[in-house]
């Protein structure tokens, strides 16, 4: 059955319009706090949602959800010490799941097959494995997904797509995305650190599908610094932007990618670079004489925190910081004249007037993830097809995948479409898990 169609077993949770829907929560993380609880907030009186059980493994978390969503819901609220238990007592129609990066799949496949729709954030998947076995329990459900890729629900991207797509903006030649800040604290916990003890959590529970390891409060907790846990800086800042080449070029992943970086500045015991240069080729597998350049570049020891996403054409450029298209860098008359050419510039326009991108882990607040959360309800009303489907997630994750394989090997590497599998030096990619 479709996303968009309608049946029994969409109303096994939804019964009507007129039903409200009971929310869950999947791990009480600094992201649900700061994002999906002001998100949430904004629309939930409006289209009859309730926020009734907090599931985390870490006692600590799972009391401070349920007292926090108590006070802003003015009722108890049913705090879970798994995910098994709150779907086993039916609790909820749909969850928002916040947990550790490789966590994120395995999750979202509980979830449905619990039979509830699922906002999961981002990054999607960590491994193919993961990426494959969440899109295919996702596709045999009607349950309604939406990837924490909010871009995707901002004025600016759509006008941004809609302009590309149209033609008007011609070819992409070359797209050039930048993510930097200095910020020695950034993922770590250390007030934190020294109150998560072993016994108030269930560490087994918390590896899922990773390798047995001992109890290690940072790699619970600064999970996004140490892999197998997480990628950091592709899963957490690339996945984002490299989600808008996906979608804007309409290609569901790189043809290739070679990768670079290492840990420059901070050297606190963290296993996942500070600093990368990621290089993307895109186009047709079938047709190499199409094409164009993604760079990604990222560094936590420099920086102001203003992500950037220009994209480049023959005429000009589209820069998603501005807004605008300008004849930038464009053919001009001059050049043209040279090869008996005509000049190629792009007019000057903004693309609308819109959400600005808040790229502070705090970006809760905003109107582009709230914008991004409400698409989601309202999804969940209407049964149809919310802005970022599973499918975003899948394409994005293979990005990221690529980018970590090329980072770990030195290789160029490629994409397997038949397998859906990850190459590297002409194998299937297999990552390392052991942290």
């Not at 799949?105 to 509980?110: P, S, T």
């Not at 979830?111 to 906002?119: F, H, N, T």
């Not at 004849?327 to 959400?355: H, I, W, Y």
């Not at 994409?415 to 942290?435: H, I, R, S, T, W």
């Amino acid at each position: 059955m479709g996303a968009n169609a309608f049946g029994a077993k969409s109303y096994r949770n939804i019964l009507g319009a007129n039903d409200r829907v009971r929310v869950g929560v999947v791990g009480f993380s600094d992201r649900h706090r700061s994002s999906h609880i002001p998100c949430f907030m904004n629309h939930y009186k409006e289209l009859n949602f309730d926020l009734v059980a907090v599931s985390d493994i870490w006692k600590k978390r799972r009391e401070d959800g349920a007292a926090i969503w108590k006070e802003k819901m003015g009722h108890d609220i049913v705090a879970c010490r798994n995910n098994e238990e709150m779907y086993d007592k039916k609790l909820v129609d749909a969850v928002f799941i916040g947990t550790a990066d490789f966590q994120h799949a395995l999750h979202a496949i509980e979830a449905v097959k619990a039979g509830c729709d699922a906002y999961v954030e981002k990054p999607f998947a960590e491994t193919m494995e993961d990426n494959r076995a969440a899109l295919k329990a996702i596709k045999a459900t009607d349950r309604i997904i939406q990837i924490g890729s909010q871009r995707r629900s901002g004025a600016n991207y759509h006008a941004a797509n809609e302009f590309i797509r149209s033609g008007k903006f011609g070819p992409i030649t070359m797209v050039e995305l930048t993510w930097n800040v200095n910020q020695p604290g950034r993922w770590r916990r250390t007030a934190l650190l020294p109150q998560l003890k072993e016994e108030d959590t269930d560490w087994k529970r918390f590896l899922m599908n990773r390798p047995a390891d001992k109890f290690d409060p940072r790699k619970y907790l600064e999970f996004r610094l140490f892999w197998p846990y997480s990628s950091g800086l592709p899963g957490q800042w690339m996945s984002h932007q490299i989600d808008t080449v996906n979608w804007f070029s309409g290609l569901q992943h790189p043809r290739s990618v070679v990768a670079n970086g290492g840990i420059y500045m901070w050297k606190d015991g963290r296993k996942n670079w500070d600093t990368i240069t990621s290089v993307f080729d895109y186009g047709p597998s079938d047709d190499m004489s199409k094409g164009f350049q993604v760079t990604f570049g990222a560094r936590m020891h420099n920086g102001d925190e203003r992500p950037a996403e220009i994209y480049y054409s023959n005429g000009g450029e589209l820069n998603l910081n501005t807004n605008k298209v300008t004849p930038t860098g464009g053919l001009t008359k001059r050049f043209a004249d040279e090869m008996k050419m005509q000049p190629n510039l792009l007019p000057e326009m903004s693309l609308s007037e819109v959400e600005k991108v808040v790229a502070s882990a705090n970006t809760g607040g905003d109107n582009l993830t709230s914008n991004h959360v409400r698409n989601w309800m309202e999804c969940i009303r209407s049964r149809k097809q919310t802005n970022a489907p599973v499918e975003a997630g899948y394409s994005h994750s293979i990005a990221v995948i690529m980018t970590n394989a090329a980072a770990h090997t030195g290789a160029k590497v490629t994409f397997d479409e038949k397998k859906q599998e990850v190459m590297a030096n002409g194998k299937v990619f297999k990552y390392n898990l052991q942290a």
